[in-house]
């Protein structure tokens, strides 16, 4: 569940989702009883200049937005 925003510099608390950007992750397994889908949030704050990077295997990471590369961003 989605406590906060994914931005570690920032405290945001995720109270209802009326700004921002929520990203959903989806993580393959060998089974399909093993898939997991993971949920992460940038508050409106952060998603003006900020956003998430998924690489396939890893966690987000936070980039500037004018730096962010090929990989799963959020746009």
């Not at 406590?3 to 089974?31: D, H, M």
Request: hydrophobic share 40%.
């Amino acid at each position: 569940m989605v406590s906060q925003c994914a931005n570690p510099g920032c405290g945001a608390q995720f109270l209802y989702f009326g700004e921002g950007k929520l990203v959903v992750v989806r993580r393959t397994a060998e089974s399909l009883d093993q898939a997991t889908v993971e949920f992460f949030w940038l508050c409106g704050e952060c998603a003006t200049h900020l956003n998430l990077e998924v690489p396939p295997d890893g966690m987000p990471n936070v980039v500037p937005r004018q730096h962010s590369s090929n990989l799963l961003a959020v746009h």
